[in-house]
């Protein structure tokens, strides 16, 4: 692994900031590699700003609470406009900030998650869901991203093996789950050389590994 030179090459980038995403399916592990690379880059004197949507600012653990934890009477559109609210404030109010400092930025989500979920699971279509996030965002798109790979049916048995209670999203059944996986390698085969496909079925230090060495490799070039 190495986690040196990783860190070694993204301080060197003299104050051009990197923007990383994290997407995959629920209980891939993404939200898990978002927090030992960040630890990981901090103590080797990397710039780091990890966040997540939605939920990375105080307007947007307040939406998230309403999306995730709401009535289940929320309607696809509502849903989808309440992501692409949050994802708006989280653009003006923390990426472009910390992208203008120079920062390596690790997001756990962003519109990938959108055109995954609302666009191709949730019927909605993927190109418009795009379109409303571009909007959003001004068009900020990251420079890598990393997609976690995992099987639906075992991503969600690894939420229910938490025994913690199952937001609107991970109750939503195996097929719209399955939806989502699929929509996920699509969009990847679409932007090769924005995505790094990572198999999250690994155990957790493999794929940590698997993504420090990605990323050094796609940054190299």
């Known amino acids: 692994m190495n986690l040196d030179a990783l860190a070694e090459l993204l301080k060197s980038r003299e104050g051009t900031g990197l923007f990383i ?16 690379l960040a630890e990981a880059l901090e103590k080797r004197g990397v710039d780091v700003l990890a966040s997540r949507e939605p939920g990375g600012t105080t307007l947007g653990q307040q939406l998230r609470n309403h999306i995730q934890h709401g009535p289940d009477d929320v309607d696809p559109r509502t849903e989808a406009l309440l992501y692409a609210a949050d994802r708006a404030y989280h653009v003006a109010t923390l990426l472009r900030p910390a992208l203008a400092r120079g920062a390596t930025i690790l997001e756990d989500r962003y519109i990938d ?6 666009g191709a699971a949730r019927d909605l279509g993927a190109e418009e869901i ?17 997609l976690f790979d ?18 609107r999203l991970e109750r939503a059944g195996s097929q719209f789950h399955a939806r989502v996986r699929e929509e996920y390698l699509r969009i990847a085969a679409q932007f090769p050389e924005r995505f790094i496909v990572v198999d999250a079925a690994a155990p957790i230090e493999k794929v940590f590994e698997d993504v420090v060495d990605s990323l050094l490799r796609r940054l190299e070039r």
């Open 21 to 36: 995403s994290f997407e995959g399916g629920d209980g891939c592990g993404k939200s898990t590699q978002v927090r030992m």
């Open 150 to 167: 995992i099987d639906s049916t075992r991503g969600l048995a690894r939420v229910a093996a938490t025994g913690e209670s199952l937001d």
């Open 113 to 118: 998650s959108s055109v995954a979920y609302q």
């Open 130 to 146: 795009r379109s409303l996030s571009q909007w959003a965002t001004e068009g900020l798109e990251p420079d890598v991203t990393l």
